[in-house]
């Protein structure tokens, strides 16, 4: 099955280092999707649809109502949006996939 697209709005641009930004992607109305803590999301501009990046996750499976992604200015892509990605853009999304996902096991530390 194909995996369809959706428009988001950049809610908020957050920095972290000088070349690194968090960016905030808040779902549109109805849009509630079920994903995993360690999967990935795909994003492409709107004027760009050629080229589309992977970036991990960084907001938990249990955060709703949006996608956190932190991008370092690397690549066209990553150069986007650190220099240039603001509150109010649109980017497109394809929905999370992945499955490299952490394993909780009681008993042994993940770090």
Request: aromatic content about 12%; some cysteine.
């Amino acid at each position: 099955m194909a995996r369809e697209p959706i428009e988001m709005l950049i809610e908020t641009v957050t920095p972290e280092l000088p070349d690194t930004r968090t960016i905030r992607l808040k779902w549109p109305a109805g849009h509630a999707p079920d994903f995993l803590t360690g999967q990935f999301i795909t994003l492409y501009w709107p004027d760009t649809p050629g080229y589309k990046r992977a970036y991990s996750l960084s907001s938990c499976a249990l955060d709703r109502g949006f996608y956190d992604v932190t991008v370092k200015r690397e690549g066209k892509m990553g150069t986007r949006v650190v220099d240039w990605a603001k509150p109010g853009d649109k980017l497109f999304v394809l929905p999370p996939a992945g499955k490299f996902l952490p394993v909780f096991e009681p008993q042994k530390h993940l770090i």
